[in-house]
């Protein structure tokens, strides 16, 4: 089976909004400088979207040395190089990693835009994914997330709202699969690159969270509850796409033409 490239999604600040990029590079801990920076609270906790929605209407860039963020609640861009530094201890769902400390005027940034104390660090060290072997930065257990544009068209017919892709935040859509046919996938190659599909993905409120106002609703949570919600490792989960761990990095792009196995 073959599933085309739809779309691509870099994440450089956990929780916050997304960068559409028309290729980019897989590598080992996903696509390049996905969720590399992370917010997080003065103890340490990360920042997310399931407590401060209005995360989602940050709008970062980073190109590997510059960051910029936007804020419709911030009269001026955040810009500000990366910095090294000692690594400090955080946690991401209370499992213990590091990052580096990106200094007091990021931090008061985004302490006044968000109206709360926080503090930007960026990724440092290693964190292992719980299933397949692989490694990642923040984002919340594995390297890469895929989604299809035909599950997305299934849910839409149940849900009570027209739902767009960026309420579930996948790194890769793909096209051409089918309904719910990344399911049955567990390797995606390429020319360049191969992704093992390693679990589904469970879902949480953040899809309720409009990307473009913060708001909430109840869907598409409760729509995917009457049908998706099944066990994996001893929980049940409301289940809707994939994450998966890079097995052979290279450049990916919108339009590449990946066998579905």
Not at 77 to 87: M, Q, R, Y
Not at 94 to 119: I, K, N
Not at 155 to 164: E, G, K, S, Y
Not at 197 to 217: E, F, K, M, W, Y
Request: glycine share 10%; proline share 8%.
């Amino acid at each position: 089976m073959i599933a085309v490239v739809a779309g691509l999604k870099v994440f450089p600040i956990k929780s916050a909004g997304a960068v559409p990029v028309a290729e980019t590079e897989l590598t080992p801990q996903g696509l390049r400088h996905d969720r590399e920076f992370m917010l997080v609270r003065p103890d340490g906790r990360h920042l997310s979207q399931r407590e401060v929605p209005e995360l989602a209407l940050l709008r970062p860039g980073f190109d590997g040395v510059k960051l910029v963020v936007r804020s419709p609640f911030a009269a001026a861009p955040l810009v500000c190089e990366a910095v090294d530094g000692p690594a400090l201890d955080v946690t991401v769902h209370r499992r213990p990693c590091q990052g580096v400390d990106q200094g007091d005027e990021a931090a008061g940034w985004f302490s006044e835009t968000l109206g709360l104390p926080c503090r930007l660090v960026r990724f440092t060290g290693t964190r292992p994914t719980a299933l397949g072997g692989g490694t990642l930065t923040y984002a919340d257990g594995y390297p890469v997330s895929v989604l299809s544009d035909e599950s997305l068209d299934d849910l839409n017919r149940r849900a009570d709202a027209r739902l767009p892709m960026a309420r579930f935040r996948p790194n890769i859509v793909l096209r051409g699969l089918g309904p719910y046919g990344e399911d049955s996938v567990t390797r995606l190659r390429g020319d360049r690159v191969e992704i093992e599909l390693v679990r589904p993905c469970g879902r949480c409120v953040v899809i309720n969270t409009d990307q473009d106002t913060a708001r909430r609703s109840p869907e598409p949570l409760r729509a995917l509850a009457r049908y998706r919600t099944e066990r994996f490792g001893g929980t049940r989960e409301i289940m809707f796409g994939r994450l998966g761990v890079p097995r052979a990095p290279g450049a990916l792009r919108v339009g590449d033409e990946l066998t579905a196995s």
